[in-house]
């Protein structure tokens, strides 16, 4: 019983064998400068946008809001294009408006309408509501006699066109050929 207990006692002062160091890098101290965007340049060059841009672009897109700052927005949108050699359209309506839901639902569900639409241009929604009219962004666009309305701009945000979308109607929707006809129309020139 002695041996027994003798060999449980030492069996526990037995430390494990000591593993050999891990080697240590070396600190890199070099100068880190955060990669800048050249917005004269297009994306296909290597210039790609950050996480930031492309949340900030999507969020130009995601719905009519009374709090959105649209001259801001343009700013955002101006850059974007001008990366992307691309034309802007400002979505004029608001979140009351049926008919532009339907328009947001017709591009959702073409997605050959939407790759082209996205390929060629920066959507804008411009929030015309009770809750804020956008008077003074707005009142530099010729008049819009209906919802949802579209100005389409260049890169540098000056007016080319303004499309009363009831043109591109058909029954309770939008007509396919119409509207992709005006999106080939507006779109900037191939290269």
Known sequence: MIPLLLTVALAGCNQPPAQAPEKVQPLDTSEQKTPVADTSQPVASGNTPTAADIAAVAGLNAQFDPARDPVADLETAKVEAQRGGKRIILDVGGEWCSWCHLLDAFMEGDSE???????????????????????????????????????????????????????????????????????????????
């Open 113 to 191: 309408i939407r790759r082209f639409r996205d390929a060629n241009y920066v959507w804008m929604k411009v929030n015309y509501s009770e809750d804020n009219e956008n008077v003074a962004f707005l009142s530099r666009f010729p008049a819009i006699t209906g919802y949802p309305h579209l100005f389409v701009l260049d890169g540098e945000g000056k007016l080319l066109h303004s499309q009363f979308t009831g043109e591109l109607e058909k029954g309770k929707g939008y007509d396919r050929g119409k509207f992709f006809a005006f999106l080939k129309q507006w779109a900037p020139p191939a290269k």
